[in-house]
């Protein structure tokens, strides 16, 4: 039986351009739409010979729910008589919540095929989105989930920590909102400045929290949402109740299990190799027309490259890591010490970070590894 792979398809399009976002997307492209879709289309055609079937979906950006139903039916009718996508599959998309109606939503479930609908809320404050330079205000990313909420699907409410000046208690409040409207999923991200984006071009310097209270505020939450019947299982995701509700297409990169991405700056991984699309629609659009292929570059990854990949995903969540995957000087004195710090657990000869281990999860991998 041949390995399932995941599906990957890249949106590159938004209304603005938020300032911390460094992803490949931006606005003012709508021209390219039409020539976008049939080109992504014709790349899943050409797709290589080994990705036969698929189990996740998942539609990221960028903003895929600004697409038109013309354009994202074009696409998932497309995948659908193309691909062997498994029935059960997880299908997910990632919409903004000031582009959510009850008709967009029930588009998207019950025609489109999504079961899961990840939303970019970020904050339930009001200041908090105005700094994230955010389209949306509280009242739409309420009104949104309650629409998204109705067509059944899974909801996923995605928040921000980290903004200047916040403490604690002002990042929990977006956290006790988001846990009273009992989403399958909430992602809680620390807000990062990363090169590319507008808040780094600014220069921007900000009074981030320290580390400290930034560890403060992320035991907080972890603590807050377990209460409320969450699973912590990766560094910044909880499902509700059961792993059912975790990111299947996400947990295949924690896991290292292999996935098609397609579209512009998409990357994708067979297992020991991985590749990646240029950036931008417009040259994803002419690198197809001229190569039938927009791939940038390869990288064959070594045995060792691979092992060293297991470990730095494997202590970010909760799969853990093979012990025998560990090959640092003195390891098993090192694991004793961070048994007793209460770091590391060790069970069935793998070992797991326990949540103040996914604290310092990148530390423990250069450990260890
Ligand atoms: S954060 Fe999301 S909505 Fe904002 S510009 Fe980036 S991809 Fe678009």
Redesign the pocket.
């Known amino acids: 039986m041949s390995t399932c792979f995941g599906l990957y398809v890249h949106i590159p399009f ?1 209304r ?3 300032p ?2 460094a ?1 490949d ?1 931006a606005p003012d492209q709508d021209d390219l739409i039409d020539e976008y879709i049939e080109t992504l289309c014709d790349e899943i055609a050409a797709r290589p010979e080994q990705a036969r079937s698929f189990d996740t979906v998942y539609f990221g ?3 895929p729910g600004l697409l038109s139903e013309e354009h994202m039916g074009r696409i998932t009718d497309f995948i659908r008589s193309e691909l062997f996508v498994k029935p059960d599959a997880e299908w997910t998309i990632e919409v ?1 919540p000031g582009d959510v109606t009850i008709d967009k939503a029930s588009f998207w479930v019950k025609k489109a095929g999504f079961n899961r609908i990840s939303l ?1 809320v970020q904050s339930f404050e009001q200041n908090e989105l105005d700094f994230l330079g955010r389209r949306h205000d509280v009242q739409d990313a309420l009104d949104a989930i309650s629409d998204c909420q109705m067509t059944g699907a899974k909801i996923c409410i995605d928040l921000i920590q980290g903004l200047p000046g916040q403490n604690t208690e002002q990042r929990m409040r977006s956290v006790h909102k988001a846990a009273s409207l009992k989403p399958s999923h909430i992602s809680v991200y620390e807000l990062t400045i990363d090169e590319g984006s507008a808040f780094h071009a600014a220069g921007a310097k900000f009074h981030r929290p320290d580390q400290d209270a930034a560890a403060d505020g992320y035991l907080a939450t972890s603590k807050y949402l377990r209460g409320k019947g969450y699973l912590h299982y990766e560094v910044s995701n909880y499902c509700l109740d059961t792993f059912d509700n975790m990111a299947a297409h996400n947990a295949r990169y924690w896991q290292g299990r292999p996935w098609l991405g397609v579209g512009a700056s998409a990357h994708s991984f067979d297992g020991t190799r991985r590749w990646w699309n240029v950036r931008g629609a417009a040259a994803y659009i002419q690198a197809m027309n001229q190569a039938e292929n927009a791939i940038e570059d390869t990288e064959a990854l070594t045995d060792d490259q691979l092992r060293l990949e297991r470990v730095a995903l494997g202590f970010r969540w909760m799969g853990g890591v093979a012990r025998a995957d560990l090959h640092a000087d003195g390891v098993d004195d090192k694991l004793a010490r961070l048994v007793r710090e209460k770091l590391v657990m060790i069970r069935d000869d793998r070992v797991h970070s326990t949540v103040e281990g996914f604290l310092i999860a990148d530390a423990l991998a250069r450990v260890l590894a």
């Open positions: 938004c603005t351009k938020c911390y976002c992803f997307s950006g960028g903003t903004n970019g």
